[in-house]
């Protein structure tokens, strides 16, 4: 198996773990209404986007981001 499939298959892994980690506390976190509150939703939303662009460049879609160097 090729390097560029295994840290591809890992980044993909980490990024649904992450992901669903991050979209299960923004749930929890939802109803609550302080400012620091706030801030965390903002931060957990980020986060879920990042993994979802991981998984995006993992399978290829995104051709304009680089992935690893075949060196």
Excluded: H, Y
Aim: proline letters at 4%.
């Amino acid at each position: 198996m090729d390097v560029d499939v295994i840290l591809r298959i890992v980044a993909f892994v980490g990024a649904v773990i992450v992901g669903l980690s991050a979209l299960t506390s923004l749930i929890a976190e939802w109803p609550k209404q302080g400012l620091d509150d706030n801030v965390t939703k903002v931060m957990l939303a980020l986060l879920a986007l990042g993994c979802v662009i991981v998984i995006l460049v993992a399978f290829g879609f995104l051709p304009g981001i680089a992935g690893p160097s075949a060196g």
